[in-house]
């Protein structure tokens, strides 16, 4: 496996090169260099057997037929999109290695058949929503989310027309009913398994997430004439309240949030800001924690915005749920770690992935290859070859598993 794994880490690095901004890598839903990635990826595809189509998400969809047909099938996959300014393994690297699966069969064939997804978009960087790809395949794509623009005005449906896709035809996009589970391989993008010096995590939690946009609106003025006491300074006022979102997540445990953009209305040096737009994404394994600390993020912004006669406003743009693990996979690969010859170590995931989104509808399991220094979601980003060998050995001894407990 090692030479294999060294060709899938070589691969995403070549992918990483499909992008919107030169010198960077920065891939959002459907934007031109996704064509080029779905070329690539499609033509590998083919080369092993696999019957490839684009669904009407833009998902990249490659079928590994079984040895019977009409037999149920798996799914492995993630997505293909990035943040801006991204590493090279965020995302692609579960696609990449749900290829390199199938091509580690060398043309056998299993009693399922195997799908590889490349989801078109699951980090929310376009629309502010995430998990397009993903929604279409679990069917929950519906009219509102489609209806959502980016910056320039353009509809996530038209989006989709502009890549040559049918929005009407999203519900042919919905996963096989025969679909028997869903496996996720994905950098941990965390610190945890490099300080146990663990190769591998078996992921049993998601945490839940809140995205919000809270907007403090005042009045913009001249920087020089306007005395302080007549201020309504909407920057100032964003800036008291990130302080105390700061300080409700460290006293809360096991809670993050952040507040990562602003919109700053004029954004000049010589003017008072006269609205400001900040993004709040909180975090926590327990729904019920994590809404009661958004419910006093936004007491305190209300708080804010009073004391200094500004005007609130505030968008909920996602509260999703914190998912587990389908238990009976979790097992199965947990013993696939094991056999493997790994140590075996269960983890919660911090950020958001396609997987919790899949789980609603199907058993899913996630599998954690160590992040070399905790880094992820920028150019520094890394696996080490030695890692991506033992997860695609515990990923094809999971296959195993999956043939072995066929009903």
């Known amino acids: 496996m090692q030479h294999r794994a060294q060709e899938v880490i070589d691969l995403c690095r070549e992918l990483a090169g499909f992008t919107e901004e030169p010198g960077h890598t920065t891939r959002t839903f459907l934007s031109p260099p996704m064509r080029d990635v779905h070329r690539e990826l499609g033509s590998r595809m083919e080369q092993l057997g696999m019957s490839v189509t684009v669904d009407a998400a833009g998902n990249l969809r490659g079928f590994y037929p079984a040895r019977t047909p009409g037999a149920r099938r798996v799914i492995i996959g993630s997505h293909l999109d990035t943040v801006p300014h991204a590493g090279a393994f965020d995302g692609i690297l579960g696609v990449v290695m749900g290829i390199a699966m199938v091509d580690a069969l060398t043309s056998l064939r299993m009693p399922f058949g195997i799908e590889v997804v490349g989801f078109s978009e699951e980090e929310g960087v376009r629309f502010g929503v995430p998990f397009i790809g993903s929604r279409a395949l679990a069917g929950t794509l519906d009219e509102t989310l489609l209806g959502v623009r980016d910056s320039q005005g353009v509809s996530a449906a038209d989006a989709i027309r502009s890549f040559g896709l049918d929005p009407a035809r999203l519900p042919e996009a919905r996963m096989a009913d025969n679909t028997l589970g869903y496996l996720e391989v994905h950098i941990e993008q965390g610190p945890v398994l490099e300080s146990l010096n663990y190769p591998l995590g078996v992921v049993e939690t998601i945490v839940g997430q809140s995205r919000l946009i809270v907007s403090f609106i005042g009045k913009s003025g001249h920087a020089g004439t306007t005395s302080m006491d007549l201020r309504r300074d909407a920057l100032a006022a964003a800036a008291r309240w990130i302080t105390s979102v700061e300080s409700i997540a460290q006293s809360t445990?096991?809670?993050?949030?952040?507040?990562?953009?602003?919109?700053?209305?004029?954004?000049?040096?010589?003017?008072?800001?006269?609205?400001?737009?900040?993004?709040?994404?909180?975090?926590?394994?327990?729904?019920?924690?994590?809404?009661?600390?958004?419910?006093?993020?936004?007491?305190?912004?209300?708080?804010?915005?009073?004391?200094?006669?500004?005007?609130?406003?505030?968008?909920?743009?996602?509260?999703?749920?914190?998912?587990?693990?389908?238990?009976?996979?979790?097992?199965?690969?947990?013993?696939?770690?094991?056999?493997?010859?790994?140590?075996?170590?269960?983890?919660?995931?911090?950020?958001?992935?396609?997987?919790?989104?899949?789980?609603?509808?199907?058993?899913?399991?996630?599998?954690?290859?160590?992040?070399?220094?905790?880094?992820?979601?920028?150019?520094?980003?890394?696996?080490?070859?030695?890692?991506?060998?033992?997860?695609?050995?515990?990923?094809?001894?999971?296959?195993?598993?999956?043939?072995?407990?066929?009903?």
Not at 256 to 270: K, S
Request: aromatic share 2%.
């Open 253 to 407: 445990p096991g809670l993050v949030a952040t507040v990562g953009r602003l919109e700053i209305d004029p954004n000049a040096r010589n003017v008072i800001a006269g609205s400001v737009r900040a993004s709040l994404d909180v975090r926590h394994s327990q729904d019920t924690i994590r809404h009661q600390a958004v419910d006093r993020m936004l007491k305190e912004a209300k708080q804010t915005a009073t004391d200094r006669g500004l005007k609130l406003e505030e968008q909920q743009q996602l509260d999703q749920p914190a998912v587990s693990m389908d238990a009976t996979l979790v097992k199965r690969l947990a013993q696939a770690v094991k056999t493997a010859g790994y140590p075996v170590h269960h983890m919660s995931s911090g950020a958001g992935h396609d997987a919790m989104i899949l789980a609603t509808k199907i058993p899913t399991a996630m599998l954690f290859l160590r992040s070399p220094g905790g880094i992820s979601h920028h150019p520094d980003e890394n696996v080490l070859a030695e890692d991506v060998t033992a997860a695609l050995n515990a990923g094809m001894h999971f296959l195993e598993q999956w043939e072995s407990h066929l009903d």
